[in-house]
């Protein structure tokens, strides 16, 4: 594969470099004895690792287009979020211009997942599951109900004033009454998780149910479809953008119950996490938690993203994340 002879590096590109040397300049000059902690050294090889990653894709751009065009897109927000590094090392650790130990400095917060890797781990691992288990039986309560609403109106009549009264109300607030009625802590979790779920799944599965097109049934009834047909092969594909929708929502609500379950009562995960360190006075573990969250939450609906495209090929890129 030869090298276009047009090739130029644009000036851009040379922004995230410039950008992680100038961080790692500010965070062995001036010299500070600002941070209660002594240096780790995991921030300053983090930009390394960073600067020699970026070069790779440097590199692959004078070959490729496609990495090209993607670095040209990206660079200006490398470029700034590289930057936010150096502004956040220099107002913590050297200045102290915001007090510690409520803000440290990255340094401190990238040690986390160095040191305390194991702890972090079974975090992920005990929130995971309490997420998974919690989204799976909302969800397919959701759509048990949410089909059921929006096909037979008897079963209509007699749901949807339960939906209508039990839906609106937040999941956590159901958490008092759950702490005391469920045997575990864990299974709290699960039922206020699902009960968050359940709520956007049944409207937007029910919505999607009744607003198929009779023309869909009744080219199938002249096929010689029979009810269960109808129900699985026509209308639940024909809802499915609507329970998508209601799937997003439901997992954006799962997490916020998941975080507030685990630091009002469940034993373990990262909320619980976030409640321990904050009562040790460890708020670096508290914002390493924080990122761990952004990334885990962040990847999962991604990967929703993912199932989406796979299944609604037609709608593949209009919604994007």
């Avoid at 936010?84 to 915001?98: P, S």
């Avoid at 009625?181 to 029910?206: E, H, N, Q």
């Avoid at 998508?244 to 990262?270: D, H, N, R």
């Avoid at 040790?280 to 924080?290: I, R």
Wanted: hydrophobic share 55%; no cysteine; charged share 10%.
């Amino acid at each position: 594969m030869s090298v276009s002879p047009r090739f130029k590096v644009h000036p851009f590109f040379w922004g995230p470099p410039v950008a992680l040397l100038l961080d790692q300049v500010l965070h062995f000059f001036p010299e500070d004895n600002l941070q209660p902690a002594p240096e780790t050294g995991v921030y300053s090889f983090l930009l390394w690792v960073l600067f020699g990653a970026y070069a790779l894709f440097l590199t692959a751009s004078v070959f490729h287009q496609r990495i090209r065009t993607k670095l040209h897109h990206y660079t200006p927000l490398l470029t700034a979020f590289f930057l936010f590094f150096g502004l956040w090392d220099t107002v913590t650790l050297k200045y102290a211009l915001i007090p510690l130990p409520y803000f440290p400095g990255p340094d401190r917060v990238l040690s986390v997942f160095v040191n305390d890797g194991d702890i972090f781990g079974l975090g992920i691992y005990h929130s995971l599951v309490l997420l998974f288990t919690g989204y799976a039986v909302g969800g397919v309560l959701g759509l048990i109900t949410g089909i059921s609403i929006g096909w037979s109106r008897r079963l209509s009549y007699w749901i949807n004033p339960v939906f209508k009264f039990v839906g609106p109300i937040p999941a956590t607030a159901w958490i008092p009454i759950a702490m005391i009625t469920f045997p575990t802590s864990f299974s709290a979790g699960v039922f206020l998780i699902a009960l968050s779920v359940w709520f956007p799944v049944t409207f937007m599965t029910s919505s999607g149910i009744a607003g198929v097109k009779n023309s869909y049934f009744e080219v199938a009834r002249t096929l010689g479809a029979d009810n269960r047909f109808l129900i699985f092969k026509v209308a639940v594909p024909a809802a499915f953008p609507l329970i998508f929708i209601g799937l997003f929502m439901g997992l954006g609500l799962s997490f916020l119950t998941l975080i507030a379950a685990e630091t009002l009562g469940v034993k373990g995960g990262l909320g619980y996490l976030i409640l321990w360190a904050q009562g040790w006075g460890e708020y670096y573990k508290v914002y390493a938690v924080l990122i761990t969250i952004a990334v885990l939450f962040s990847s999962l609906i991604l990967i929703l993203f993912k199932i989406k495209d796979r299944i609604l090929i037609w709608q593949k890129g209009l919604i994007k994340w």
